[in-house]
């Protein structure tokens, strides 16, 4: 099996975007690949956050990723921080990563502009300890979103500059790219993301989903009930694609261009058809936070034992590629 390695960062609630556009994906690949994930801590200090929040974030990542499939029969899952080898190597990888490279980054610019009283160095070198992450392990295969797609040809960079001056030792990674590639958040322009307020989180309730459907953003053109709208550049439609069935989508987008359905009752289906698949996540997730908490810690240090040990392996042969004294 080859072996595959993505990561999320703690940063918030774990969202749509997430789910429809990585750890849905994760669940699939796990079958057929030898899997490792990882929650990036040392990723998510690069920009402002509670400390005292941070332990409980994590923790509560790692319940939802275990609720939406992810478990002890199908990959590992570890915290970054539990296994230091990450952030050695990225020490070493960002010998082999050009400064103009890291500077083109987009989500380097877009991460600056958001954070512009804390543009600090973690937050520019970020793609290399997510190279550092990749390579760590020798992963072949990294699932991500269109947003990671730079990062990740950047690492596939690094990796061969590492390779060419010290031997052969990093497999190149290949991306698997996802179906869903860029989930739109409710302001229906940006991707969903957790630091800007646009997303339905997996963790919540119904009433608070329907909440956030409420206000979402539908296709403009329809300023009363009256008009009729189009389906194909309708954000609302596009989450119908992920979670109602085929013949109820050919309905909807028929009745919404003939204007017999309105934008509500549109966003009140789309918000059962949710509920139908996430509801059972959000179920189990509050049984892992809660009275099975302790089998989340065990999967945690389980999968960090086995982590550490390919990770001290690969820090062994890249000391010795670099002719460090021992
Ligand atoms: N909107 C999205 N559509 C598709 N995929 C997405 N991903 C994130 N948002 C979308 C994918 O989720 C994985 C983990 O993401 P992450 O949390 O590590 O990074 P992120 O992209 O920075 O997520 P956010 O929500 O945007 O976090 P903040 O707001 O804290 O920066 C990745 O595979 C990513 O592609």
Known sequence: ?????????????????????????????????????????????????EPPEMATRVGRSAAMLMAAGLGPGNCRLFVQSAVPEHTELAWVLASCTAYGALGRMT?????????????????????VLQTADIALYKAQVVPVGEDQEQHLELAREVLRRFNARFGETFPEPLSARTPAARVLGLDGHAKMSKSLDNHIALAHEPEEVRRRLRGAYTDPARLTRKDPGNPDICNIYSFHGFFSPPEVRQRIA???????????????????????????IRARYHELVGPRSAEVGEFLRASAEEARSIARATMDEVRSRLGLFR
């Open 1 to 49: 099996m080859r072996r595959l390695f993505s990561g999320i960062q703690p940063t918030g609630d774990i969202h749509l975007g997430n789910y429809l556009g990585a750890i849905a994906n994760w669940v699939e690949l796990a079958r057929t690949h030898e899997a490792f994930f990882c929650i990036v801590d040392y990723h998510a200090i690069t920009i402002d956050y």
């Open 107 to 127: 989500q380097f610019k877009d991460k600056s502009a958001q954070h512009q009283d804390n543009v600090n160095a973690g937050l520019f070198t970020y793609p």
């Open 254 to 280: 028929r009745e919404c261009r003939d204007a017999t359905i309105g934008c509500a009752d549109c966003k009140l289906l789309v918000a059962d058809a949710m509920e139908a698949r996430l509801g059972p």
